[in-house]
């Protein structure tokens, strides 16, 4: 009996061990993770206002940490398309000035056009997290965003599914990024 329990307490260890290897090995979940697939696949950071930039940043430093190479670029501008997965897609457009970064634009396509509201929503809820609460402004969520460098900056968010006429069409969300020189 001895024996047996030896055993049984040497097999145990090795499963512990076993165990708790591959479960430090798994991915660790990001700070985003929490407010869906789509918001993480398009914001893929958590710092800054959008993808871990903030207006001002210079083009160099947004070519060389975006993952993948412009579709379209000159010398004020850049573009990307992006698959989020299979069905659902997102392009973001930087446009730059003598300052740096001035404006990004980002329109994220879901397919199911009935998750629309849904992943509408993570973002509202992250950009409240991030922002404070937002406010209605001409069909626009809006926060307004202090910035040393530009005075307000101004986040919209929109659903512009209705936008598109024809049935089954995807859903559309915008999201602008812009100083309010108003």
């Not at 897609?89 to 740096?100: L, P």
Request: hydrophobic share 30%.
């Amino acid at each position: 009996m001895h024996f047996f329990a030896k055993k049984l307490l040497k097999n145990t260890f090795y499963i512990s061990l076993f165990i708790s290897f591959f479960s430090s090995c798994s991915k660790p979940e990001s700070a985003l993770s929490k407010y869906g697939p789509e918001l993480e696949g398009v914001m893929l950071s958590d710092f800054g206002t959008f993808r871990g930039f903030n207006l001002g940043e210079k083009k160099d430093t947004v070519l060389a940490k975006e993952k993948s190479k412009p579709s379209e670029a000159d010398e004020g501008y850049l573009y990307y398309e992006s698959k989020l997965n299979d069905s659902n897609s997102y392009n973001i457009s930087y446009t730059f000035d003598e300052g740096g970064l001035d404006e990004i634009q980002s329109d994220i396509y879901i397919h199911n056009p009935n998750n629309t509201d849904k992943v509408f929503d993570s973002f509202k809820s992250y950009f409240d997290d991030h922002f404070g609460k937002s406010e209605d402004h001409q069909g626009f969520t809006v926060w307004t965003v202090k910035s040393a460098k530009y005075g307000d900056v101004r986040i919209n968010l929109s659903d512009e599914s209705t936008s598109f006429t024809i049935p089954g069409s995807p859903g559309k969300i915008a999201l602008w990024i812009y100083p309010d020189n108003e």
